[in-house]
């Protein structure tokens, strides 16, 4: 489909041919415009005033117009409305950052907006306090991630379990399965701590019970904005730079590979907002169908309520298709036997979940003394 680049945005042009442009531009197809597409704009004391899309930088004005479209097709359902109740928008930025006189000249179209000042003052240096103390917990998370020098034996800390001999391991591996399987809830998988496995991994867990194994993590590429923090990352989980890989047997364990990046790489080391989340884990999602496989997505308990929008927008974006939304137990009863997923599917959908802190011990290694 062309778009003649003569038509451009206006306030008379209809909202469906407005998302339609903004839809092709997003997506880089032939006859798009950039310019075309429309995002929500807000505020971060790191990052000053941004498209939550494409990153780009906008002046006090554009903010406003940007968002005043986005909003109007936010009303009309085409966009998940964000609430602005955790941040500021770009329209109430430019406010609570000016003076009364500076802002009644910027929004003498809404002069009504000007009566909310001193809340909206409030508003931003509340949400300026929780920027710091979350600036200062995501440093505490690099330094205690090895990716700030702090503890030179850390990372030998958190990845013990590797160093562990093969008839401890076993011993290990034996009581802990003793335990687990105690549970309703418990399915025979397992998931080595921090992904830190070795040669010797699935020949270890075949003289246990344990029947699958989602240790082998696998990368999807999308544009990094911290490219050395998240590269240290994947050394320390020896990710695969595959996008996928299909589940397979070895050893007579299944092995179900998951894909990266997950939650703690987007929240903690790029520090994504949720559209953009959502963004790079859908473009995840349309290449897996592309090629016929599984995403399988990690989260952390901790992380639930950042990644909430991001999760729902995915949920919504598979059931456009038919995926085969299963969970790790089916895959690895399926994959005992084939080697391919179901062929009524055009791809798969598997999300887990990782508890990082179980232990006292793991708490410490994970976020300070």
């Known amino acids: 489909m062309k778009i003649n680049k003569n038509l451009r945005h206006s306030n008379s042009e209809p909202l469906q041919l407005q998302y339609?442009?903004?839809?092709?531009?997003?997506?880089?197809?032939?006859?798009?415009?950039?310019?075309?597409?429309?995002e929500n704009v807000s505020i971060s004391a790191a990052e000053g005033i941004r498209g939550d899309v494409t990153g780009k930088?906008?002046?006090m004005p554009e903010a406003i117009k940007m968002n005043d479209k986005y909003d109007k097709l936010a009303a009309a359902g085409y966009f998940r409305k964000d609430p602005h109740e955790n941040k500021l928008s770009a329209s109430e930025a430019v406010i609570a950052m000016a003076t009364g006189a500076d802002a009644a000249r910027y929004h003498k179209q809404d002069p009504e907006?000007?009566?909310?000042?001193?809340?909206?003052?409030?508003?931003r240096n509340k949400i300026l306090n929780q920027i710091k103390l979350e600036k200062i917990r995501k440093n505490k998370l690099l330094?205690?991630?090895?990716?700030?020098k702090k503890d030179p034996d850390l990372k030998a800390k958190?990845?013990?379990?590797?160093?562990?001999?093969?008839?401890?391991?076993?011993?290990?591996?034996?009581?802990?399965?003793?335990?687990?399987?105690?549970?309703t809830h418990f399915r025979n998988g397992f998931?080595?701590?921090y992904l830190s496995r070795d040669n010797n991994l699935s020949k270890i867990l075949a003289e246990t019970n344990f029947e699958y194994d989602s240790s082998y993590s696998t990368f999807s590429n999308y544009p990094i904005k911290n490219k050395m923090d998240v590269q240290r990352v994947l050394k320390f989980y020896d990710s695969s730079k595959e996008s996928f890989k299909l589940p397979y047997i070895e050893e007579g364990i299944v092995q179900i590979p998951l894909n990266l990046p997950d939650d703690q790489i987007l929240v903690d080391i790029e520090n994504f907002s949720s559209p953009l989340i959502f963004k790079v884990w859908r473009k995840i999602l349309l290449k897996c169908i592309k090629e016929n496989t599984i995403f399988v997505l990690q989260l952390h308990p901790e992380r639930f309520h950042l990644v909430k929008e991001s999760l729902v927008g995915l949920l919504v974006e598979a059931d456009k298709y038919k995926i085969w939304k299963v969970n790790m137990h089916e895959i690895s009863e399926h994959f005992k036997q084939y080697n391919k997923i179901p062929e009524e599917y055009c791809g798969g959908l598997c999300i887990t979940g990782d508890i990082?802190?179980?232990?006292?011990?793991?708490?410490?290694?994970?976020?300070?003394?």
Request: hydrophobic fraction near 35%; proline fraction near 2%; charge should be neutral.
């Open 20 to 38: 339609i442009k903004h839809v092709m531009a997003e997506n880089s197809e032939s006859g798009s415009d950039p310019k075309d597409i429309i």
């Open 158 to 183: 958190m990845r013990k379990w590797i160093q562990e001999a093969d008839e401890e391991k076993l011993q290990n591996l034996h009581q802990s399965f003793r335990i687990l399987s105690s549970s």
């Open 143 to 148: 330094e205690n991630w090895g990716l700030k």
């Open 356 to 369: 990082d802190v179980l232990t006292l011990e793991d708490y410490f290694l994970m976020y300070g003394n």
């Open 57 to 59: 930088k906008y002046d």
């Open 191 to 193: 998931r080595a701590p």
């Open 113 to 123: 907006l000007i009566k909310h000042y001193q809340k909206l003052r409030t508003k």
